[in-house]
């Protein structure tokens, strides 16, 4: 039988309990939401960097930032991260031309990214956050040098389809027979119908960038989950391609998009299934 004294010791060590619960929930909310205003600035990096490396000359000095249109340098309010180019409608205060989406583009999905991974798994381990935020960021620069040159180059994509090999052995989330055949299959598969395609239209359909890259996230994502994987690219591609020719009707509905961003959307929250 429990005595009043220890019913009252119980309660006391259940609201010490809850009470440390409490301090480590709110250094958890303190940390995520420091981070997640954070995340924004590191989408500005990412996109300066790529947006150098696009234009082949690299430079590591931070300069003043500039319109992309007139080369006036902006105002303190127009480099605020994310906000500045909604609130300006995107548009530059000096010459009224639309300024690069590139930077926007980076910082949200910086942005998303990040609170997506602190909201599918609730025992995240810092390593992992670090890892998983860190092909995020690697799949933004590289949706970016798409964007901008309409390649994928090898230089990326090769060590990535590696990776993609080797993650089986760390991380342990799937089989590497099931990587390699992803690889293998997601690869020849699309390397076909490129071929087929250019044989029969004359026009390249699907370029050998779009094909490594596919190999690679057969690799990450395993043979199993291909399908979804070509299916939500394909999809998003395609309403993309809608909405943009609803949204700027001058825009001609058959002119070639970069696909890479589209596979590095769907690739990567379909890989991060793979770990929950
Ligand atoms: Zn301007």
Request: some cysteine; overall charge positive; proline content about 4%.
């Amino acid at each position: 039988m429990l005595s009043l004294h220890d019913l009252n010791y119980c309660f006391q060590l259940k609201q010490l309990k809850i009470g440390i619960f409490k301090i480590k929930m709110d250094y958890f909310y303190a940390y995520s939401i420091f981070l997640i205003c954070f995340t924004p600035i590191i989408g500005t990096i990412v996109a300066k960097l790529f947006l150098y490396a696009a234009k082949k000359h690299i430079s590591l000095i931070i300069r003043p930032m500039k319109c992309n249109v007139c080369c006036n340098p902006l105002h303190l309010a127009e480099k605020i991260p994310l906000f500045s180019y909604i609130l300006m409608k995107g548009r530059c205060k000096h010459c009224g031309k639309l300024r690069t989406p590139i930077y926007f583009f980076s910082e949200l999905s910086s942005l998303l990214a990040f609170i997506t991974i602190l909201s599918i798994s609730k025992s995240l381990i810092f390593s992992h956050l670090i890892l998983f935020y860190s092909m995020a960021l690697f799949l933004i620069g590289l949706s970016i040098h798409d964007i901008l040159t309409k390649r994928l180059p090898d230089l990326a994509t090769l060590p990535f389809l590696l990776l993609g090999l080797s993650q089986s052995y760390w991380l342990h989330n799937i089989d590497f027979q099931d990587s390699m055949f992803g690889a293998v299959t997601g690869g020849l598969m699309t390397a076909l119908i490129a071929t087929v395609y250019k044989k029969l239209r004359g026009n390249i359909g699907i370029g050998w960038g779009d094909v490594k890259l596919i190999s690679a996230f057969g690799a990450w994502i395993g043979w199993q989950l291909l399908p979804l994987f070509i299916l939500f690219s394909s999809v998003s591609g395609i309403l993309f391609i809608l909405l943009r020719f609803i949204a700027v009707r001058r825009s001609n509905i058959n002119e070639q998009i970069p696909f890479g961003p589209f596979l590095c959307i769907s690739g990567w929250i379909i890989w991060l299934q793979t770990i929950c």
